[in-house]
């Protein structure tokens, strides 16, 4: 079956970077688009990125654009989203997500991200 | 940019009942929402998508609807299972947003 599984999170000082990176199995890959969704603790969910199936369109949440990038690698079926000037705000849990119906259908089980100093 | 307000926040409600929880989108997006169901610790999961179809493997006590630019999720006939905190998601011009959530407690 799909399965989505992301890696890369951790403790991280404010400013530093990380790069997130979700491995997709069970699927064609290079067929869809995902998403990359975040949750603060205690918090809702929200969307942060997008990346269509061949790479070609991009979009961002606005608190991110300009620190953040999406992209993937379909030769390798995974996904990255690379976090520049990380802010104590950017703490959550990350998921990756299929792309489908206009929104998502298959998720990661999230890696966390903390950013303190 | 358009938001989405999702209502109530919070529910409590018995096994058996009929729960109703809605959002409203501040323009059209025509039948571009989708409804999650996520419980602690654990990935949101698809209940329904393009505002009333039912996601795979999805009960059939839920049900979604849509009135303009007003979207409904409906839980009939309540089970234990049914608890955790139920999102909207809206899509419009490759942009998306989630609602606020409503967090339903069974009684």
Not at chain 1, 42 to 50: D, N, P, R, Y
Not at chain 2, 94 to 105: D, L, R
């Amino acid at each position: 079956q799909v399965q989505l599984v992301e890696s890369g999170g951790g403790v991280v000082q404010p400013g530093r970077s990380l790069r997130l990176s979700c491995a997709a199995s069970g699927v064609n890959f290079s067929s869809y688009s995902m998403h990359w969704v975040r949750q603060a603790p205690g918090k809702g969910l929200e969307w942060v990125s997008v990346i269509l199936y061949d790479g070609s369109k991009k979009n961002y949440v606005d608190s991110v654009k300009g620190r953040f990038t999406i992209s993937r690698d379909n030769s390798k079926n995974t996904l990255f989203l690379q976090m520049n000037s990380l802010r104590v705000e950017d703490t959550s849990i990350y998921y990756c997500a299929r792309a489908w119906e206009n929104g998502m259908d298959v998720w990661g089980q999230g890696t966390p991200v903390t950013v303190s100093s | 940019d358009i938001q989405v307000t999702q209502s109530p926040s919070s529910l409590s409600a018995s096994v058996g009942d009929r729960v109703t929880i809605t959002c409203r989108a501040t323009q059209d997006i025509d039948v571009w929402l989708a409804w999650y169901q996520q419980k602690p610790g654990k990935a949101p999961n698809l209940l329904i998508y393009r505002a009333s179809n039912l996601g795979s493997g999805v009960p059939s006590r839920f049900s979604g609807s849509r009135s303009g630019t007003e979207f409904t999720l409906t839980i009939s006939n309540l089970q234990p299972d049914d608890f955790g905190t139920y999102y909207c998601l809206q899509y419009n011009r490759f942009s998306w947003t989630f609602g606020q959530g409503t967090k339903v407690e069974i009684k």
